[in-house]
């Protein structure tokens, strides 16, 4: 398939790199990612994949657009508060690129529901800002042998790890369980700098974009940490696979 004098034009920054060209954006165009959360993270990760071209994008969530939200969650706006946040985002999305397809779920993602979410997807973004949907969706992801993109994000600080199957230890490896309820700060209470989120969302998108185009190095086996306050990022060696861990170990435990 040869792409068309508009594709051509509009991709052209892409197919200018040597390690995407032609051949990775169509990669790209054909791609699918699932965006879960439409908030802080899923903002730019949403609108960046957008604009790179992946051909499907899913967006996942239950929420509606709130004032407070407006400080960080740069794909809504004023006249959005109200409105479902995949609703919204969609919009804004199909505006920068009326291309692509975008595939809303209004729904809380959960274990009833998440693998017939993930089942059609070729990579997985988790813009969750809550432990027990992340280790839901690393649980699943390791089960469906779907690669995702881990992040997490509050006051200034943030951090993101990939996990490919096979190539790397998972979530549940470095974290292992999730924290009590009660011990789980969240931005509401703690705070967030709003321009962390385009930080830290933007590298969830990029991390997609290598997956898909088959760019670079993928952030796996290692955690990337951001501290704003003093301009510093660590890229942390993980240990490998966890021989113990119950979802991806030898002797795993956690099951469909």
Same mark, same amino acid.
């Given at each position: 398939m040869s792409l068309s004098k508009k594709l051509l034009e509009r991709y052209s920054r892409h197919i200018a790199l040597d390690e995407v060209g032609e051949a990775g954006q169509k990669k790209i165009l054909a791609g699918k990612v699932?965006?879960?959360?439409?908030?802080?993270?899923g903002s730019p990760a949403a609108m960046y994949l957008s604009a790179a071209g992946v051909g499907t994008i899913g967006i996942a969530d239950s929420d509606k657009v709130e004032l407070s939200n407006l400080q960080r969650q740069i794909i809504h706006s004023s006249s959005d508060i109200g409105r479902a946040k995949v609703l919204s985002a969609k919009e804004r999305m199909q505006a920068i690129n009326p291309d692509i397809r975008v595939d809303t779920y209004h729904t809380f993602v959960s274990a009833d529901n998440i693998t017939d979410l993930m089942k059609n997807y070729d990579f997985i973004i988790d813009a969750t800002?809550?432990?027990?949907?992340?280790?839901?969706?690393?649980? @699943?992801? #390791?089960?469906?042998?779907? =690669?995702?993109?881990?992040?997490?994000?509050?006051?200034?600080?943030?951090?993101? !790890? @990939?996990? #490919?199957?096979?190539?790397? =230890?998972?979530?549940?490896?470095?974290?292992?369980?999730?924290?009590?309820?009660? !011990?789980?700060?969240?931005a509401s209470h703690t705070g967030i700098i709003g321009a962390m989120c385009g930080v830290i969302g933007s590298m969830q998108a990029m991390e997609a974009l290598k997956y898909l185009s088959g760019a670079g190095e993928l952030l796996t086996g290692y955690l990337l940490t951001y501290d704003a306050l003093t301009m510093q990022f660590r890229k942390i060696k993980l240990p490998a696979t966890v021989d113990d861990c119950p979802v991806c170990g030898k002797n795993s435990i956690i099951k469909f």
């Open positions: 699932l965006i879960i959360g439409t908030g802080g993270l800002d809550n432990f027990r949907s992340k280790f839901l969706i690393n649980d @699943t992801c #390791v089960m469906m042998n779907k =690669p995702f993109s881990h992040a997490g994000i509050l006051r200034f600080g943030g951090q993101l !790890m @990939t996990y #490919v199957p096979g190539k790397g =230890p998972c979530y549940r490896c470095v974290f292992h369980t999730p924290p009590p309820d009660s !011990m789980a700060d969240t």
